[in-house]
């Protein structure tokens, strides 16, 4: 049987790590353009950067739920074989979606983060013809690390019952 306690505290943590996506999302940095008091150089401008630290927290969040799925499951690789079945195969394949969109939205939320702390500190100084831009991330990149945290939040609870299941058939083989 599946442990509640760890059901629970999983879902807990997704859903917070989810919900930290979106707001990173909504509160991702703009960047403009504002000439200098002499008006001798433009430099660019940035909002908050509390999108950052979401980022980071949903990346944190998500992985720490990640470990205790993989710790209570004991990651496929140790403890009893699993007994042959539906449950078995349905656990495996769940395991492989998981790691692909746990790692998918992992990605997203780090490169979100970086891209979004990254800040251009001088546009135009000394008649530069390309001067840096006020580059900021792209719209979307945030939301698609909550949506695979979501995927990823969906799957490993899937994933953690169908692996209990099999192993609580292996204790109690019907014969």
């Not at 000439?35 to 949903?58: H, Q, R």
């Not at 720490?64 to 078995?88: D, E």
Request: net charge positive; hydrophobic share 50%.
């Amino acid at each position: 049987m599946a442990s509640k306690l760890v059901i629970i505290i999983v879902f807990i943590l997704d859903l917070i790590a989810v919900g930290l996506a979106i707001a990173a999302e909504q509160r991702r940095s703009v960047g403009k353009v504002v000439p200098d008091k002499e008006k001798v150089y433009e430099y660019c401008e940035y909002g908050s950067d509390i999108a950052t630290s979401y980022g980071a927290g949903a990346f944190v969040l998500l992985l720490t739920s990640q470990v205790i799925i993989m710790v209570a499951s004991r990651c496929f690789c140790c403890g009893k074989a699993l007994n042959p079945g539906g449950s078995r195969a349905c656990a495996i394949m769940l395991f492989l979606i998981c790691w692909v969109f746990f790692l998918i939205a992992e990605i997203c939320l780090l490169a979100a983060s970086i891209r979004n702390a990254y800040h251009t500190k001088y546009r135009k100084m000394w008649n530069i013809d390309n001067p840096p831009s006020c580059e900021v991330i792209r719209k979307g990149v945030f939301a698609a690390g909550a949506s695979f945290a979501l995927f990823t939040a969906i799957v490993s609870q899937f994933y953690y019952v169908c692996y209990s299941r099999a192993r609580d058939d292996y204790k109690n083989p019907p014969y």
